[in-house]
């Protein structure tokens, strides 16, 4: 008999291709009967800090609420958690406060995004607390 894993998470960040990872943490979970948790970071943006006016950034968070209700909906018997801050250091530090073993993820910037900024999936690859699934968004040659 296969064993799954105990808590699985997935990272999405409201693109298509976020999409497919979600359909394999769907599948993966499929194999157990272990916790799906739905993981989104909401990066501060310099609005934040430059006089924004408060009600436009709980705006904002109202509508990541009302995205991440909607995203658990597709993944019955999950849950959504919502995190502020770099994407990549607040996943892999939340990953290992919640006691994650398979963190799922969509690999898809582009090689000038690469540069600037880094990469999420790398992030994690080298980062995370337990096992990374990258996942290559529908249509990419890998």
């Known amino acids: 008999m296969a064993?799954?894993?105990a808590h699985i998470a997935c990272c999405l960040d409201g693109s298509p291709a976020g999409d497919a990872a979600?359909?394999?943490?769907?599948?993966?979970?499929?194999?157990?009967?272990?916790a799906l948790t739905l993981v989104h970071v909401m990066e501060p943006g310099i609005s934040t800090y430059s006089g924004y006016p408060s009600d436009a950034i709980n705006d904002?968070?109202?509508?990541?609420?009302?995205?991440?209700e909607q995203m658990v909906a597709l993944a019955p018997g999950s849950e959504g958690v919502l995190?502020?801050?770099?994407p990549a250091t607040a996943t892999v530090d939340w990953?290992?406060?919640a006691g994650v073993?398979?963190?799922?993820?969509v690999r898809h910037r582009g090689a000038v995004e690469h540069m600037l900024i880094g990469s999420f999936a790398q992030h994690l690859a080298?980062?995370?607390?337990?096992?990374?699934?990258?996942v290559?968004?529908?249509?990419?040659?890998g």
């Open 60 to 68: 904002d968070i109202t509508d990541a609420r009302g995205w991440m």
């Open 95 to 97: 990953a290992r406060e």
């Open 136 to 141: 290559h968004p529908p249509g990419s040659t």
């Open 126 to 134: 080298y980062n995370a607390p337990c096992t990374v699934m990258l």
């Open 22 to 34: 979600l359909a394999a943490a769907i599948r993966t979970r499929g194999l157990g009967d272990g």
């Open 101 to 105: 073993d398979l963190l799922i993820a």
């Open 83 to 86: 995190l502020e801050g770099h």
């Open 3 to 5: 064993v799954g894993y």
